[in-house]
C-alpha cells in the first residue's frame, strides 16, 4: 500500500484525481477528505480481513457488544493515531500544500447517541481492539444522529443533523448479509410427534442491511467490527401501498430516538429495538454455527453484552432462534441463553427505566411476546417456590405485571450477570432500585465502574499535554494506562510544573479564540476555565451552577472592590427536544450571560459562555482547557458520569458532589486535591422519604437565596418573560426535587475554596497533576480488562 511518505504521496494524488475526476489544484475539501479517508480505510483492510479470519480459524471466545446507540465521533485522526502513521500522512500532505487539521474538521461526528451510554460503548470498541480482544459492536446506522443544535436568542432550536449528506468513508455496506426481520402478523402453531411448533405468518418483512466500520486498535494489527444496521425494504406484496411499505420500513432507521410520548412513536421506537438485536443474534449465532458445531456450548464461545435494556430483546429472540429454527427444548434454550448474555445498567432514574404496554408488544412482536409470556410464567413459578404466598413481591418482581412489559426485569432474569457502572450506583441498584432481584439473585450483581479511552481523550485530544508526558516518562501509558502514576514524581519538579501551566495556557488560549470566533465574547485565558459541559437534565443541576454565578454578579454590585478571581463559565449541553424546563434552563444561562458579560460592576471578571452543539468533537477542543470541572449533580441521580473522568485526566480539579463516580476520583487523588460539596447520598436518599426538606426555608433564611430567586421573575433579567417562573416555581412551589437550593451554600463555599487554592498557582499545578497522574485507573482498558476477566470470561489474550 504504503510505506513511506513518497509512496502515501504518489498514492493519494492518483487516487485523488480518479475518484474526483478533478485535476489537483480544483479537488475541494471534501474531496480531498473523502480520498484520505477512503486510502486509509483500504490501509485497514488487510489488517480487518486478517483479524477476521484468525478470530474464524482460531476459535476465541467472541464478545458482541449490543446498543442503540454508539456515540462515535471523529474518527480520521483516532485511525491515523492508532495506525502509528499520523505523522507520516501529516507530513505527506504537508508537501501537498494541504493541513490535516482541515481534513480532520471536514469529518462530520458520527454522532449516534445521546450522551454517556453512547459514548462509553464507542470507548470500550477502541480499549477491545486496542487490547487485542475478540470484541465487536453491534448498533443502529441512523440516517440522522442527535439534532444539530441552534441558539437562537437565547432558545435552543433544533435541526435534523446531516452526518451522511456527503456519503460516510469509513463505512462498508455488506447487502449480501442482509437479514429479514418480520413484524406484526400472526403465530401458527402445529403438533408433530408430541413437539408443538409455530411459524410467523402474514408478517411485514423489513430488510436489515449491514453497514461495517473497522475499528482500529492501537499500536497492534487487530481491527474489530462495528456493525451497524439500515433498514431497507425487503419485498412488496400485491395489495399492500407500496410507498406506505416503504416509509414505515425506513422510518426504522431515520432516526436517533424517535419521541416516544405518543402510541405511534413508541410502535417506532419497539421496532428500532427488535430490527437491531434480531438481525444481530441471527448472525452471531449464523457466524458462531460456521465456527462451531454444537450450540449448547455457545456460552464458551460467544459473550453477549446488552447495553441498558434496549436490546434487552435479544434474550427472547435467541431463545426463538435456538427453538424455532434450531429445534431446542425449552430448559436447554434458556440455561444456553442465561449464560451467554450480561447486563449493564445506566441509570436508576425511574422515568429512563423500559416498560411497554402489551396492548403495543403484543401485535407488533407477536413471537416475542409469547416467548416473554413463558419466561414471565416460569420466572414467577420460581419465585413461588422461593418465596410462598408473597404476592406483593412476586408482583413487584414479574416481567410482565399490569398491561406492561418490563424490560429490566426481563434483563436481570435472562443474564448471568448485572452491572452498575459505579460502587455507589451499584449498591443502590443492590439496596434499593434492584433490592428485590438482588436478593433472589445476589450472585448476579457486580460493579464495574466506568472508564474512558485515554488514546481518544488524552493522547489525541490534548496533544501540548500528551507530548509533555511523553518527554516525562515516554509513551508506555499509552499501552498501559496505570503508568501515569510514573508523573507523581514530578509534582516537586518546578520546571516540569512550570511546562504543564503552559501546555493547559496553549489549550485555554486556543478555546478562547474559538469562543471569540463563535460567541464574539472576549475571554481572558489566565481566568479560571470553569466547565460544566453535558447532557441538560434537572438532576445534573446546571441550575445551581447558573444561579451561583448571578450571586457572585450580586457580589460585585454590591461591592465592585471584592475580591473576587476572574472566571470564565463555560456550559454547552442539548435539552431533549421535549423537555420543557431544561429549555428554560438555557434560556436562563443566556439571560444571566447576557446581564453579567459586559456589566460595569462585573469589571470583566466573570464571563459566562455556552457553546452551541455541544458534542464529542466540541468536548475534544474543550476539556484539555479546563482548570476546573464541574460534576454536581444530586448525590445518588448520577450513575457514574464519564466527563468527570475526562477532565481529571486533563489535570483540571472536579468539583463536584460525592455521585457516582466522584466517589471513586476523590479516592483516588485524595480529599486535597478535590472540592468536594453537598448533601451525600444517604441524606438525599433519606430527605427524599421522610419529607424533611422544605426548600422555602432556605428561601427566608438565606438572602442570598432570597435574592437570586426574586431576581427570576422581577425583571432582573434581560428578555426573562415570564420564561422563570417554572424555574421559581419548580424551586419553592414544588419543593425543589434535586435539592438545588439545600445545596447552595456548601456549593458556594466550595468555589471560594476554589478560588484560593488557585491563587497559589504551583500548589493548584500540583493537585492538578496529581490528578492526571491518578488518572490511570479511569482509563478503559481497566474497565475493559474487568468485563473480560468476570463477566465475558475471556481471560488471558493481551489483558493486563
Ligand atoms: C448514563 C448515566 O447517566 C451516566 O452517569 C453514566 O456515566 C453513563 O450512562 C455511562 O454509564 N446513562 C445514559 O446515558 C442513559 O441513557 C439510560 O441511561
Known amino acids: 500500500m504504503f510505506s513511506s511518505q513518497e509512496e502515501f504521496k504518489e498514492a493519494y494524488l492518483k487516487k485523488l484525481e480518479m475518484t474526483s475526476g478533478k485535476a489537483f489544484p480544483d479537488t475541494t475539501l471534501q474531496d480531498r477528505y473523502d480520498t484520505l479517508g477512503q486510502l486509509i480505510r483500504e490501509y485497514i483492510s488487510m489488517n480487518w480481513i486478517q483479524t477476521n479470519e484468525q478470530y474464524r480459524y482460531q476459535k476465541q471466545k467472541q464478545v458482541y457488544y449490543l446498543s442503540i446507540e454508539f456515540l462515535l465521533g471523529r474518527l480520521l485522526r483516532q485511525n491515523l493515531m492508532n495506525l502509528g502513521i499520523y505523522e507520516l500522512v501529516e507530513e505527506g500532505l504537508g508537501d501537498l500544500g494541504i493541513d490535516l487539521k482541515d481534513m480532520e474538521d471536514v469529518e462530520q461526528d458520527a454522532a449516534l447517541g445521546n450522551g454517556g451510554l453512547g459514548r462509553l460503548a464507542a470507548c470500550f470498541l477502541d480499549s477491545m481492539a486496542s487490547m487485542d480482544l475478540p470484541g465487536h459492536g453491534y448498533g443502529i446506522r441512523y440516517k440522522h444522529g442527535l439534532f444539530e443544535q441552534k441558539i437562537v436568542n437565547g432558545y435552543q432550536m433544533e435541526l435534523p443533523e446531516q452526518w451522511l449528506r456527503h456519503g460516510y468513508v469509513w463505512e462498508v455496506r455488506k447487502p449480501d448479509l442482509m437479514m429479514q426481520i418480520p413484524f406484526w402478523g400472526r403465530i401458527e402453531s402445529s403438533e408433530k410427534d408430541g413437539v408443538t411448533s409455530f411459524?410467523?405468518?402474514?408478517?411485514?418483512?423489513?430488510?436489515?442491511?449491514?453497514?461495517?466500520?473497522?475499528?482500529?486498535?492501537?499500536?497492534?494489527?487487530?481491527?474489530?467490527?462495528?456493525?451497524?444496521?439500515?433498514?431497507?425494504p425487503y419485498a412488496y406484496k400485491a395489495g399492500r401501498d407500496m410507498m406506505k411499505y416503504k416509509r414505515d420500513t425506513e422510518a426504522i432507521t431515520e432516526f436517533l430516538y424517535p419521541d416516544d410520548t405518543q402510541d405511534e412513536g413508541k410502535v417506532l421506537r419497539l421496532k428500532q429495538q427488535y430490527f437491531l438485536v434480531s438481525a444481530s443474534i441471527r448472525t452471531i449465532l449464523e457466524s458462531y454455527l460456521s465456527r462451531h458445531g454444537d450450540l449448547t456450548n455457545l456460552h464458551e464461545h460467544v459473550a453477549i453484552h446488552i447495553n441498558d435494556t434496549h436490546p434487552v430483546l435479544a434474550i427472547p429472540e435467541m431463545m426463538r432462534v435456538l427453538i424455532d429454527e434450531y429445534g431446542m427444548d425449552w430448559d436447554s434454550a434458556w440455561g444456553v441463553t442465561t449464560k451467554t448474555f450480561a447486563y449493564t445498567n445506566h441509570t436508576t432514574l425511574s422515568e429512563a427505566l423500559e416498560r411497554w404496554l402489551v396492548r403495543i408488544f403484543q401485535p407488533l412482536?407477536?413471537?416475542?411476546?409469547?416467548?416473554?409470556?413463558?419466561?414471565?410464567?416460569?420466572?414467577?413459578?420460581?419465585?413461588?417456590?422461593?418465596?410462598?404466598?408473597?404476592?406483593?413481591?412476586?408482583?413487584?418482581?414479574?416481567?410482565?405485571?399490569?398491561?406492561?412489559?418490563?424490560?429490566?426485569?426481563?434483563?436481570?432474569?435472562?443474564?448471568?450477570?448485572?452491572?452498575?457502572?459505579?460502587?455507589?450506583?451499584?449498591?443502590?441498584?443492590?439496596?434499593?432500585?434492584?433490592?428485590?432481584?438482588?436478593?433472589?439473585?445476589?450472585?448476579?450483581?457486580?460493579?464495574?465502574?466506568?472508564?474512558?479511552?485515554?488514546?481518544?481523550?488524552?493522547?489525541?485530544?490534548?496533544?501540548?499535554?500528551?507530548?509533555?508526558?511523553?518527554?516525562?516518562?515516554?509513551?508506555?501509558?499509552?499501552?498501559d494506562p496505570s503508568r501515569l502514576s510514573e508523573l507523581e514524581s514530578f509534582t516537586a519538579d518546578s520546571a516540569f510544573l512550570e511546562n504543564l501551566h503552559k501546555a493547559k495556557q496553549l489549550n485555554k488560549k486556543r478555546l478562547a479564540d474559538r469562543i471569540l470566533q463563535t460567541n464574539g465574547i472576549v475571554v481572558d485565558p489566565d481566568s479560571i476555565f470553569d466547565i460544566q459541559i453535558k447532557r441538560l437534565h434537572a438532576y445534573k443541576r446546571q441550575l445551581l451552577n447558573i444561579l451561583h454565578i448571578l450571586h457572585l454578579f450580586n457580589r460585585c454590585q454590591e461591592n465592585p472592590d471584592a475580591d473576587i478571581p476572574s472566571r470564565t463559565f463555560i456550559f454547552g449541553a442539548k435539552a431533549s427536544p421535549g423537555y420543557y424546563y431544561a429549555k428554560?434552563?438555557?434560556?436562563?444561562?443566556?439571560?444571566?450571560?447576557?446581564?453579567?458579560?459586559?456589566?460595569?460592576?462585573?469589571?470583566?471578571?466573570?464571563?459566562?459562555?455556552?457553546?452551541?452543539?455541544?458534542?464529542?468533537?466540541?468536548?475534544?477542543?474543550?476539556?484539555?482547557?479546563?482548570?476546573?470541572?464541574?460534576?454536581?449533580?444530586?448525590?445518588?441521580?448520577?450513575?457514574?458520569?464519564?466527563?468527570?473522568?475526562?477532565?481529571?485526566?486533563?489535570?483540571?480539579?472536579?468539583?463536584?458532589?460525592?455521585?457516582?463516580?466522584?466517589?471513586?476520583?476523590?479516592?483516588?487523588?485524595?480529599?486535597?486535591?478535590?472540592?468536594?460539596?453537598?448533601?451525600?447520598?444517604?441524606?438525599?436518599?433519606?430527605?427524599?422519604?421522610?419529607?424533611?426538606?422544605?426548600?422555602?426555608?432556605?428561601?427566608?433564611?438565606?438572602?442570598?437565596?432570597?435574592?437570586?430567586?426574586?431576581?427570576?421573575?422581577?425583571?432582573?433579567?434581560?428578555?426573562?418573560?415570564?420564561?422563570?417562573?417554572?424555574?421559581?416555581?419548580?424551586?419553592?412551589?414544588?419543593?425543589?426535587?434535586?435539592?438545588?437550593?439545600?445545596?447552595?451554600?456548601?456549593?458556594?463555599?466550595?468555589?471560594?475554596?476554589?478560588?484560593?487554592?488557585?491563587?497559589?498557582?504551583?500548589?493548584?499545578?500540583?493537585?492538578?497533576?496529581?490528578?492526571?497522574?491518578?488518572?490511570?485507573?479511569?482509563?478503559?482498558?481497566?474497565?475493559?480488562?474487568?468485563?473480560?476477566r468476570e463477566i465475558w470470561r475471556i481471560g488471558g489474550v493481551g489483558l493486563r
Open 584 to 788: 428554560k434552563i438555557i434560556k436562563l444561562i443566556h439571560s444571566v450571560a447576557d446581564l453579567v458579560n459586559d456589566h460595569p460592576a462585573v469589571k470583566g471578571r466573570i464571563k459566562v459562555v455556552f457553546l452551541e452543539n455541544y458534542r464529542v468533537s466540541l468536548a475534544e477542543e474543550i476539556i484539555p482547557a479546563a482548570d476546573v470541572s464541574q460534576q454536581i449533580s444530586t448525590a445518588s441521580k448520577e450513575a457514574s458520569g464519564t466527563g468527570n473522568m475526562k477532565f481529571m485526566m486533563n489535570g483540571a480539579l472536579t468539583l463536584g458532589t460525592l455521585d457516582g463516580a466522584n466517589i471513586e476520583i476523590q479516592e483516588q487523588v485524595g480529599d486535597e486535591n478535590i472540592f468536594i460539596f453537598g448533601l451525600r447520598a444517604e441524606e438525599v436518599m433519606k430527605q427524599q422519604q421522610d419529607g424533611s426538606y422544605y426548600s422555602m426555608e432556605y428561601y427566608h433564611h438565606d438572602e442570598r437565596i432570597k435574592k437570586m430567586l426574586d431576581q427570576l421573575i422581577d425583571g432582573s433579567l434581560p428578555d426573562a418573560g415570564d420564561h422563570f417562573e417554572t424555574i421559581y416555581d419548580s424551586l419553592l412551589a414544588e419543593n425543589d426535587e434535586f435539592f438545588v437550593l439545600r445545596d447552595f451554600d456548601s456549593y458556594a463555599k466550595a468555589h471560594e475554596r476554589v478560588a484560593s487554592a488557585y491563587r497559589d498557582q504551583e500548589s493548584w499545578l500540583r493537585m492538578s497533576l496529581i490528578n492526571i497522574a491518578r488518572s490511570g485507573y479511569f482509563s478503559s482498558d481497566r474497565t475493559i480488562a474487568e468485563y473480560a
Open 199 to 232: 411459524r410467523h405468518v402474514d408478517a411485514e418483512i423489513v430488510a436489515a442491511v449491514p453497514y461495517d466500520l473497522p475499528v482500529v486498535g492501537y499500536g497492534t494489527t487487530t481491527v474489530n467490527t462495528l456493525r451497524l444496521w439500515n433498514a431497507e
Open 365 to 479: 412482536l407477536p413471537r416475542i411476546y409469547m416467548i416473554i409470556d413463558e419466561i414471565n410464567e416460569r420466572f414467577c413459578r420460581d419465585l413461588w417456590d422461593a418465596y410462598p404466598g408473597e404476592w406483593g413481591r412476586i408482583e413487584g418482581m414479574a416481567i410482565i405485571a399490569h398491561g406492561e412489559v418490563k424490560m429490566a426485569h426481563l434483563a436481570i432474569a435472562g443474564s448471568h450477570s448485572v452491572n452498575g457502572v459505579a460502587k455507589i450506583h451499584t449498591n443502590i441498584l443492590k439496596e434499593r432500585e434492584m433490592n428485590l432481584f438482588y436478593q433472589y439473585f445476589p450472585g448476579k450483581f457486580n460493579s464495574k465502574t466506568n472508564g474512558i479511552t485515554h488514546r481518544r481523550w488524552l493522547l489525541n485530544s490534548n496533544p501540548p499535554l500528551a507530548s509533555l508526558i511523553q518527554s516525562a516518562i515516554g509513551d508506555a501509558w499509552i499501552k
